[in-house]
């Protein structure tokens, strides 16, 4: 992706974050309803009081997607008990490969309390829209293809607000301060 339009992009990631000089969060994170891997329905407004912690990605990503799962899971492990109730959840940039049991072996790999969500196209569409997700499809072959997308992590408060955006490659130190300040916020 251009340097221009990860800038691009970057601007429209902060309108999410519409802060007050306080740096609390004015609104809430758009609302995700969409059916998990286990065919949960899920909704977002329906985890208030948890923190949640939200990815954009795919099952058969080589290297962005399974770095950050990755280094969720052990910056949560790390924060032990402060951030054992933080919902980890995938949506999918790839509905047509990510099944529902796809999604389940992949995110259950990296911890069983995971979440794979994917929807119609029409609900995918306008939760990626409300978070500003930027995606396109590599043209290799029709089975065999890389996805190039946006790697933000949107970390939810408990009070279904976002909190603040992070990087797929942040190090774990930083996941781990970010889960335990959203952990512990009470907000």
């Known amino acids: ?17 519409t ?41 058969h990503c080589p290297d962005v997607c399974p770095t950050i799962l990755a280094n969720l899971k052990r910056a949560r492990d790390e924060a032990g008990h402060k951030a054992a109730d933080t919902v980890v959840a995938l949506i999918t940039l790839d ?23 994917r929807g119609s196209d029409a609900n995918l569409r306008s939760v990626y829209r409300a978070y500003h997700v930027k995606f396109s499809k590599e043209a290799e072959g029709p089975n065999d293809y890389l996805i190039s997308h946006t790697a933000f992590v949107y970390y939810i408060g408990r009070d279904g607000r976002i909190d603040s955006l ?22």
Not at 37 to 53: D, H, I
Not at 181 to 186: D, L, N, Q, T, V
């Open 1 to 17: 992706m251009s340097r221009r339009v990860v800038t691009a992009w970057l601007a429209l990631a902060c309108a999410l974050l």
């Open 19 to 59: 802060t007050t000089n306080a740096g609390a969060a004015t609104a809430p994170a758009p609302e995700i309803r969409l059916t998990d891997q286990n065919g949960r329905p899920f909704a977002l407004s329906r985890e208030r009081g948890k923190p949640v912690v939200v990815f954009f990605g795919y099952t």
């Open 95 to 117: 509905p047509k490969r990510d099944t529902p049991s796809e999604m389940k072996s992949y995110v259950e790999t990296f911890d069983r309390s995971f979440l794979g969500l």
């Open 166 to 187: 992070g990087l797929w490659n942040d190090p774990e130190p930083t996941l781990r301060t970010t889960l335990e300040h959203i952990a512990g916020s009470g907000r």
